[in-house]
């Protein structure tokens, strides 16, 4: 079985500070992680993905596997960034790819 | 805005009927996935589909059946079985790395559905 855990509902921050939204993952296998982010009245769309090691819009997340951990970081965060941030994780099950969300963490940035 | 479509945006139905929610997508994945989204709750997958004429329940299927006839289409029928059937529901679709690689999901803009 395959879970995602997103512990926290709403994280509010003030413009500029930092920001880490967190991301624990339970899976037996290699897992594929990923952040997705929904701004308001836009479809949802993929952030960034933990093979890439990229940083997008300041953004970044590494994947600790001892503490079975994806957190997202931002050092200074903007207005912009206001948005449902979702940690999803890809795993493989007899051929088939399955794609597993957490409950998502909506990020208010205060001006 | 191509890549996956869903359609209506909005449907309303009667407690009882059966209703079928529309997805289309013109990339050529392979792939495709329906989710229920639901405040609190995240996207809860329903099901998934890596080819066609092949698909798999997902954590929530009770109360859905789909079908994959063509490899761009991929409907889900929300039965009258289905206990809660009044959420947003969303589609999406992706290029399955077997293994390896990265595989992200391509989200089409999802279809409210409200059951009275």
């Known amino acids: 079985a395959q879970r995602v855990t997103q512990p926290e509902k709403l994280l509010s921050v003030f413009k500029g500070a930092p920001v880490e939204l967190k991301c624990n993952y339970s899976y037996s296998g290699s897992p594929e992680l990923f952040w997705y982010v929904q701004y308001s009245r836009q479809r949802l769309q993929l952030l960034l993905r933990h093979i890439s090691r990229e940083s997008i819009k300041g953004f970044t997340a590494d994947l600790n596997k001892g503490e079975t951990s994806f957190h997202l970081k931002k050092p200074f965060a903007q207005e912009e960034d206001s948005a449902m941030y979702y940690c999803?994780?890809?795993?493989?099950?007899?051929?088939?790819?399955?794609?597993?969300f957490g409950t998502g963490t909506k990020l208010q940035v205060i001006p | 805005d191509g890549g996956i479509t869903q359609s209506p945006k909005y449907l309303f139905r009667k407690e009882g009927q059966n209703v079928t929610l529309s997805c289309e997508q013109n990339l050529n994945h392979d792939a495709m996935y329906w989710y229920r989204q639901d405040p609190g709750q995240g996207l809860r997958l329903i099901y998934y589909s890596q080819i066609v004429n092949d698909f798999q329940k997902g954590d929530i299927a009770e109360g859905y059946s789909v079908s994959r006839e063509k490899k761009e289409s991929f409907p889900l029928t929300v039965t009258s079985a289905q206990k809660n059937p009044t959420a947003f529901y969303l589609c999406a679709s992706s290029i399955p790395r077997a293994f390896t690689g990265e595989s992200p999901l391509h989200f089409g803009n999802g279809t409210r559905l409200t059951v009275t």
């Open positions: 999803a994780l890809a795993g493989h099950s007899g051929g088939y790819q399955k794609v597993t």
